[in-house]
């Protein structure tokens, strides 16, 4: 009892000013509890969740092909067990063990394959693009725009760092622009002006274009991130590389860039939790992701008006992927560390 | 001993002048590719370049004009009116985000246990969700299930909130406006507590001691020894919040408060005039963005430890 006592004096009472701060949250604390809790028991109608639930995970993707997903789920859920196996060092599986060293090749290689079973086609029955809808986009989109900008991203923050001029300001002009124009912006350049650059015979699919706005933009702050880490590499690294006998491309690709990504990791996470947030936007540009599938349910009849309980739910869904992701980035840094 | 020159392709200064070379055609090549097309395209679709539009009728409505402004103006002077109304959205957000978020980092290192942790609650909900949705809530759940304007609810007699926004008796804010503001500010506020939380944690704990012993009461060893200490570290991230701040206020276009990329998103529908627009639009928002970093620049100089 004394144990609780003396916590509560510390932390809670410690003086009269802290006391004071104290009352005012719990009273705080109360009142928005209190109005929450007769809000989500009395007024609010849960109806329109329990109904819409495939909706807000697929779309109008056909249900007789769920199946398809749930099999993109369970290689991505496999292959992501192992990888984590792999990186604590406690793998206890042999096939774990076996396939470790080719883990990245087979990461690479179940991309296609996903992208297959969620398309169709090649004896799948094909599925288009705007059927793909909900958080099943959300997810796609966001993992396609963080693989492709990730490498765009390097590659701009070698060139930005290079000393070779002309290629020095070509990057720094691309990733100022871009940093400097606010991202609708550049995906209603990717859907409306992407089309204007190509040939008329070339059509580009509403979700690639959405996908290439995404890159080009978070390429430039990719890059910003990886130029912190450039930066840390002292000189001695790449003097020595150079004594060994070592080129350029070869310095860089087994010297300079281990140890620059690794010192970005918690920056180069937060991009991902940004690059993931900000494909709520896409729903402003016409496509039918986790907010848009949302604004689409609040459009029907019977759920108007119930705001609150829709955008809480995919408020919550957004959360805990962004929140998992920050939590993994923090284990990761200190696994890095030691 | 004979003293061959190596091959060519093993001299470095050759891969200098080469790989730039290389860059600028390349460059020119994408440049000219995509330049030819978009005149192809555009003389398809019977669209002429040029920024005479800005002189034509604007003949479309906008709901709030801190300026004159009527359907008969023109386009520039309409995205004259979407410039304003951007502007006042970022000076009010970037005052009321730096208090937020100072209170919430301060709040986050606070010794009292509830502070903290209601704190840490707010940093992790607010970060961790889109913000187009955070503005969607405010101005949809909040907003407009105010009750109506005959029926307020009033707090304390001069602050009242109504379907019709935010009253006092000194100015009224618009359900737009008002949820916008707060969408901005609390997003970019739990940003700015974590930026601030960094900071002052890295002021060593040696000042504290240093300033205690000296006998300064806590919030005096904050305001004069700590955050001018911490503002160093504080002042870079900074900076890009209120940026990411100024370059989101163009979100206002799913709530539909007329800042300028509403405006300019209009004009286009409007016109067809997609390439000028879209210049306008970048080279408007690249001059925003140079003048926050550099007022910012400036103040960051001025707090920097000047050292011999």
Redesign the interface.
Known sequence: MTKQLTWLRK??F?NWY?SL??VI??V??LWVLRGIIIWATTQAQWAVIQVNFHLFLFGRYPQSQYWRIWLVLAIITTLSTITVGAFLGKQKFTIAKLIAPWLSLIWLLSFPVILWLIGGGFGLSPVPSNLWNGLLLTLLMAAVSIVLSFPVGVLLALGRTS?????RW?CILYIE?V???????IL??AQ??L??????DVRLDRVVRAIAGLVLFSAAYMAENVRGGLQAISRGQIEAAKALGLNTPLTVIFIVLPQALRAVIPAIVGQF?GLF??T??L??VGLVEL?GIARSI?AQPQFI?R??EV??F??LI??LF??SM?LASRRLEKQLSQ | MTNTKPPFWRDDRFW?IA??LI??VL?LAIVAI?WI??N???Q?LGIQFGFGFLNQQASFDIGETPIAYQPTDSYSRALWVGLINSLRIAVLGIVFTTIIGVMAGIGRL??????RN?MLVYV??F????????L??WY??VF??FPKIENQISLWGFLSFSQNGITTPWFNLSPEFAALLLGLTFYTGAFIAEIVRGGISSVPKGQWEAARSLGLKPSIIMRLVILPQALRVIIPPLTSQY?NLT??S??A??IGYPDL?FVA?TT?NQTGK??EV?LI??LT??TL??TISLIMNLFNRRVQIRER
């Open positions: 932390n809670l410690s802290n701060l104290t949250c719990l705080f604390l000393n070779l001029p002309v290629v070509f622009i940093r400097g124009v606010p991202l609708i912006g209603f350049l409306v002006m089309p204007l650059f190509f040939a008329t939790i947030k900000d709520s936007l729903s402003l907010t609040l008006g705001y609150a955008y809480l995919i408020g957004y959360w962004c929140y920050s | 200098r790989g730039q860059a600028v460059a995509l097309n978009l192809r395209n555009l398809q606070s010794d009292n246990w509830l502070v209601i992790e909900v970060r961790n969700t889109p913000l187009l949705l955070q969607l809530f949809f759940a407009l299930s940026l370059k989101n163009s979100l276009i799913a990329y998103s286009f997609a390439v879209m639009l970048t928002y690249l963005s140079l």
